[in-house]
């Protein structure tokens, strides 16, 4: 990544938040806001019916499948629900499918399978559309919508479907209704009222392979799009906020600080080798700097909107920035056979109403469900250049200290005999 071209695009899309209206941004803000409101709404839904279904392979399917449908009321395009939905009896399910979704019907109190589908095309439309739901404008839907059916319905659709390929036609729309991209526009809307405070520092781990740059992709490029940029620029730019090279993110910094530009966002990937957990223990000018990192903390905050950090593991990153961090998510795994699946979570906490106590809640930040989910081809290549450059720099220096752990061993024999 060009440091000029870091701060270029730094710098339109500050003159473009400046020049965008703040009520637009809000609007914006409260769409998205209730999208993923409706969603996390109708996720909870699920695990209630889940709770009071005896049928043990219907209450598997609920629970599991849920997280599914939810992902893919997050990112996909409308085309997708429609060429899912569209022709049923192309829709091969498996036969356990096949029965449970007849008892899904019968849930929503529905003639058919056809009208259920009928019902969750229905609702899929009204929530990209950024309205919001409403079960009385469709009244034979009524009992699908409020049952909280509708998710684990879709996600068994996705999941089950024997003919369709569900990986040829995940079509991601423009917006995604997801935590992360409110965190994001929250900023945003700060930002264009004037906000001259400390930003936000944000960290958003999970193991490697797991969606978080991808994650962290879609949600920037939809708050870009948020405040006027077209398609293509927004992806563009999205791709070049992100620092894939760790060696250059303190650089970065260094430049930022050194010429005091504000810039709204500052996101780290591959952070664990930037700033390593253990950093302490590297000792030599390295850690020096690491000392220096830490004190410059808060004045990182005074130039950056959001500084993000994605650690190669949910807590594999230096603990000053974990205690700085106002939002820390971590990804959690879901095994499904065909499909690789990641739960982000927020645990906030927060102070009980019913008593001084401070509690801790969790939020469901995002769901990453690939092949639903996928970057960009030239993003994707120039992620795994850099992931594969750092993991075979790590090698390099394991097996250095191996073999200087070996001589020191070797030697210490020596001088003992």
Same mark, same amino acid.
């Given at each position: 990544?060009?440091?000029?071209?870091?701060?270029?695009?730094?710098?339109?899309?500050?003159?473009?938040?400046?020049?965008?209206?703040?009520?637009?941004?809000?609007?914006?803000?409260?769409?998205?806001?209730?999208?993923?409101?409706?969603?996390?709404?109708?996720?909870?839904? #699920?695990?209630?019916?889940?709770?009071?279904?005896?049928?043990?392979?219907?209450?598997?399917?609920?629970?599991?499948?849920?997280?599914?449908?939810?992902?893919?009321?997050?990112?996909?395009?409308?085309?997708?629900?429609?060429?899912?939905?569209?022709?049923? %009896?192309?829709?091969?399910?498996?036969?356990?499918?096949?029965?449970?979704? %007849?008892?899904?019907?019968?849930?929503?109190?529905?003639?058919?399978?056809?009208?259920?589908?009928?019902?969750?095309?229905?609702?899929?439309?009204?929530?990209?559309?950024?309205?919001?739901?409403?079960?009385?404008?469709?009244?034979?839907?009524?009992?699908?919508?409020?049952?909280?059916?509708?998710?684990?319905?879709?996600?068994?659709?996705?999941?089950?479907?024997?003919?369709?390929?569900?990986?040829?036609?995940?079509?991601?729309?423009?917006?995604?209704?997801?935590?992360? =991209?409110?965190?994001?526009?929250?900023?945003?809307?700060?930002?264009?009222?004037?906000?001259?405070?400390?930003?936000?520092?944000?960290?958003?781990?999970?193991?490697?392979?797991?969606?978080?740059?991808?994650?962290?992709?879609?949600? $920037?490029?939809?708050?870009?799009?948020?405040?006027? *940029?077209?398609?293509?620029?927004?992806?563009?730019?999205?791709?070049?906020?992100?620092? *894939?090279?760790?060696?250059?993110?303190?650089?970065?910094?260094?430049?930022?600080?050194?010429?005091?530009?504000? =810039?709204?966002? $500052?996101?780290?990937?591959?952070?664990?080798?930037?700033?390593?957990?253990?950093?302490?223990?590297?000792?030599?000018?390295?850690?020096?700097?690491?000392?220096?990192?830490?004190?410059?903390?808060?004045?990182?905050?005074?130039?950056?909107?959001?500084?993000?950090?994605?650690?190669?593991?949910?807590?594999?990153?230096?603990?000053?920035?974990?205690?700085?961090?106002?939002?820390? =998510?971590?990804?959690?795994?879901?095994?499904?056979?065909?499909?690789?699946?990641?739960? *982000?979570?927020?645990?906030?906490?927060?102070?009980?109403?019913?008593?001084?106590?401070?509690?801790?809640? #969790?939020?469901?930040?995002?769901?990453?469900?690939?092949?639903?989910?996928?970057?960009?081809?030239?993003?994707?290549?120039?992620?795994?250049?850099?992931?594969?450059?750092?993991?075979?720099?790590?090698?390099?220096? $394991?097996?250095?200290?191996?073999?200087?752990?070996?001589?020191?061993?070797?030697?210490?024999?020596?001088?003992?005999?």
């Amino acid at each position: 990544m060009d440091l000029d071209e870091f701060l270029r695009i730094n710098n339109a899309i500050m003159n473009k938040i400046m020049s965008t209206k703040p009520r637009d941004i809000v609007r914006w803000y409260t769409i998205i806001n209730k999208g993923n409101m409706n969603i996390r709404i109708q996720l909870f839904l #699920s695990k209630k019916l889940a709770s009071l279904t005896s049928d043990v392979v219907l209450k598997e399917a609920i629970h599991r499948r849920a997280y599914i449908g939810a992902c893919a009321m997050m990112y996909m395009h409308p085309r997708f629900i429609d060429e899912l939905t569209s022709e049923a %009896e192309k829709i091969l399910l498996t036969p356990t499918s096949m029965l449970n979704e %007849e008892k899904i019907t019968k849930i929503a109190e529905l003639k058919s399978y056809t009208d259920a589908r009928e019902c969750l095309r229905f609702f899929f439309h009204e929530l990209v559309s950024g309205r919001p739901l409403n079960p009385k404008l469709m009244p034979l839907c009524e009992k699908y919508y409020n049952s909280g059916i509708m998710l684990p319905h879709l996600g068994l659709l996705i999941h089950d479907s024997q003919r369709i390929d569900v990986g040829s036609i995940a079509h991601v729309r423009e917006i995604a209704y997801n935590y992360l =991209v409110t965190w994001f526009l929250g900023v945003i809307r700060d930002i264009s009222y004037g906000s001259l405070g400390a930003g936000e520092i944000g960290t958003f781990g999970a193991h490697v392979g797991r969606g978080k740059t991808t994650t962290v992709f879609h949600s $920037l490029r939809t708050a870009l799009m948020s405040i006027g *940029f077209d398609q293509r620029q927004a992806e563009e730019y999205s791709s070049k906020l992100i620092i *894939f090279d760790p060696e250059l993110t303190l650089d970065v910094i260094d430049s930022i600080l050194t010429n005091e530009v504000k =810039v709204p966002f $500052l996101i780290i990937d591959n952070a664990s080798s930037a700033f390593p957990r253990h950093w302490i223990q590297i000792g030599g000018d390295l850690m020096k700097r690491f000392l220096k990192f830490n004190r410059i903390l808060a004045n990182i905050r005074a130039l950056s909107g959001i500084t993000l950090f994605i650690p190669n593991a949910p807590d594999e990153i230096a603990s000053f920035i974990r205690n700085a961090s106002t939002l820390r =998510v971590k990804g959690f795994k879901i095994d499904y056979p065909k499909l690789v699946a990641t739960v *982000f979570k927020w645990d906030k906490p927060a102070l009980s109403i019913k008593s001084d106590e401070i509690v801790t809640s #969790s939020t469901i930040v995002s769901i990453f469900i690939y092949p639903l989910l996928k970057l960009p081809e030239k993003v994707y290549e120039l992620d795994q250049k850099e992931k594969n450059k750092v993991a075979r720099k790590e090698v390099s220096e $394991l097996k250095a200290k191996t073999i200087e752990i070996i001589e020191k061993k070797t030697k210490t024999g020596g001088e003992a005999q």
